[in-house]
């Protein structure tokens, strides 16, 4: 892996993200609210910016956190966020708790427990709309299960791999050719729907672009809760989600839908040593590194709407993504 290009690239999407920070704290464009700025956080922490990621954290505490622990604040989330509610509480958690910044990733943590299924460990797509019959997914569960981690929910965390673990072994004819994602009515995985929306419920391995990081964010969350637990299930879960991705389309490492995929492969070859992680990791970085604008951004990340905070968003996902890079190269860099 070529750690010094993914580290180069790092530091170029980091000054493009500080040119659009206000100073105030908050990320530009303000209106789309947590779309911006969700992942940028954990971008901050992952690149030292202690003091950017300060001024935005606390920005963030007074104008959008809730007296409920939810990211209200004063702009509406677009429907893409909507519909998968925990995400954007999930990432922003990740960051806050990475940085130290408790007064938000606590409050925002037990807002998001309450999303969690009592009885299958998923978490509610709707948010705090949705009832115990609604939909449940495989995407708003990896990413939460990610931000439990973070903030050493452990129970909470085991819970959501149990579920995606459930998800995996009782798809209708295995996950050959279809991996779908959305529970309703508590288990019942939802195979029918238009086809205008079937990127919400399914991948499909004989097409492309597909929301790959669906299973790719699936399998990495299971990695570190085997890394965390020392279960292998979770592990033997990892390789299963992960194995799917490698059999969909060939374009599987060059969308947009592909950046946690990398990072996704580069944390299970940190844990494994398993070479053709290894390999996975390095395709998606090489197509990362191809589409970084001479600026220093991304246009569109995996959950892009064709708003303007896309690019703020996909950069900051290029840094989560590329740090893993960097940190599993440095790991194979012989001694």
Not at 24 to 50: C, F, N, S, W
Not at 147 to 176: K, R, S
Request: proline share 4%; charged share 15%.
């Amino acid at each position: 892996m070529d750690i010094t290009s993914y580290r180069q690239a790092m530091i170029r999407a980091t000054k493009w993200l500080l040119s659009q920070q206000d100073n105030d704290g908050r990320m530009q464009p303000v209106e789309h609210g947590v779309a911006t700025y969700h992942k940028v956080p954990l971008a901050y922490a992952l690149m030292g910016q202690i003091d950017r990621a300060a001024a935005l954290t606390s920005w963030i505490q007074e104008d959008s956190l809730d007296d409920e622990g939810d990211f209200t604040g004063h702009y509406p989330r677009p429907p893409l966020l909507e519909h998968f509610y925990p995400w954007s509480n999930s990432w922003l958690i990740c960051g806050a708790h990475r940085l130290g910044h408790f007064g938000l990733s606590i409050p925002a943590m037990d807002f998001l427990l309450t999303l969690q299924h009592p009885q299958t460990g998923g978490f509610l797509s709707a948010g705090p709309e949705a009832g115990l019959r609604d939909h449940q997914d495989g995407l708003s569960t990896a990413a939460a299960g990610l931000a439990c981690l973070y903030g050493g929910q452990i129970e909470a965390a085991e819970a959501a791999g149990q579920f995606l673990l459930w998800l995996w072994d009782d798809q209708p004819g295995g996950a050959a050719a279809q991996l779908y994602f959305v529970v309703e009515e508590t288990d019942q995985i939802i195979t029918d729907f238009e086809k205008e929306v079937a990127p919400y419920f399914a991948v499909n391995v004989s097409r492309s672009k597909q929301w790959y990081h669906v299973p790719a964010l699936a399998g990495g969350f299971l990695t570190l809760l085997y890394e965390a637990t020392g279960e292998q299930a979770y592990l033997d879960g990892a390789h299963q989600y992960l194995q799917f991705v490698e059999g969909c389309a060939g374009d599987r490492y060059t969308s947009e839908a592909s950046t946690f995929l990398g990072w996704a492969a580069a944390t299970t070859f940190k844990v494994t040593n398993n070479a053709n992680y290894e390999r996975i990791a390095e395709e998606v970085g090489s197509s990362l590194l191809a589409a970084q604008l001479g600026n220093g951004s991304w246009l569109k990340g995996c959950m892009g709407s064709d708003i303007t905070a896309d690019v703020v968003d996909a950069t900051a996902e290029g840094i989560i993504c590329l740090a893993s890079l960097a940190e599993s190269a440095a790991v194979a860099i012989p001694a």
